[in-house]
Antibody, heavy 120, light 108 residues
Framework: EVQLLESGGDLVQPGGSLRLSCAAT????????MSWVRQAPGKGLEWVSA????????YYADSVRGRFSTSRDNSKNTLYLEMNSLRVEDTATYYC?????????????WGQGTLVTVSS | EIVLTQSPGTLSLSPGERATLSCRAS???????LAWYQQKPGRAPRLLIY???TRATGIPDRFSGSGSGTDFTLTISRLEPEDFAVYYC?????????FGQGTKLEIK
């Protein structure tokens, strides 16, 4: 059974940093692109970043480029999101999502999400 | 950036009725690179449709997608009680990947 489990969400002050993790089980992690998608409280979905299976290709939304960094450790089946210079508007539930085997740019499995709150 | 506009914002229907949800793009979506997701309160999104019309694994055939270019539609042929949720379209033909703002399907 495919499972994605995010962790690392917390309350952090503006300008602070945080690292999120997403532990994957139940599939060959290295064979799938992975993404982060966030959802502000009561709002819609916002794509954050995408990373290829071999970490050779990375994409970011303009709103986080230069502040956030996505990486993965295929030996640990774990995806990461390093977040720096956090802003109030980064407050959201962050989901990791697996790229579909056929159409890698859509997300067929999602974690339960981890909440990041940026506030003073 | 491709902006996706979903309509209506809220759709009130009864179980057994047909639901038609619209997603309009600000520019043409390449290669029908359009997906639909369902999200229930407190839950992660669930992939329903990709490639504008291909059902994801395990999705009932009452869900169907259609469209191309800038106009896409998700149709639920006969609503079941578990179908009442928020639905999002997503384009993945160009960067950044973008989502629509969602359509809430509520019980009338």
């Amino acid at each position: 059974e495919v499972q994605l489990l995010e962790s690392g969400g917390d309350l952090v002050q503006p300008g602070g940093s945080l690292r999120l993790s997403c532990a994957a089980t139940g599939f060959t992690f290295s064979s799938h692109a992975m993404s982060w998608v966030r959802q502000a409280p009561g709002k819609g979905l916002e794509w954050v970043s995408a990373l290829s299976g071999g970490s050779t290709i990375t994409y970011y939304a303009d709103s986080v480029r230069g502040r956030f960094s996505t990486s993965r450790d295929n030996s640990k089946n774990t995806l990461y999101l390093e977040m720096n210079s956090l802003r109030v508007e980064d407050t959201a539930t962050y989901y990791c999502a697996r790229g579909h085997a056929v159409e890698v740019r859509v997300y067929d499995y999602w974690g339960q999400g981890t909440l990041v709150t940026v506030s003073s | 950036e491709i902006v996706l506009t979903q309509s209506p914002g809220t759709l009130s229907l009864s179980p057994g009725e047909r639901a038609t949800l619209s997603c309009r793009a600000s520019q043409s979506v390449s290669s029908t690179s359009l997906a639909w997701y369902q999200q229930k309160p407190g839950r992660a999104p669930r992939l329903l449709i990709y490639g504008a019309s291909t059902r994801a694994t395990g999705i009932p055939d009452r869900f169907s997608g259609s469209g191309s270019g800038t106009d896409f539609t998700l149709t639920i042929s006969r609503l079941e009680p578990e179908d009442f949720a928020v639905y999002y379209c997503q384009q993945y033909g160009s960067l950044p990947r973008t989502f629509g703002q969602g359509t809430k399907l509520e019980i009338k």
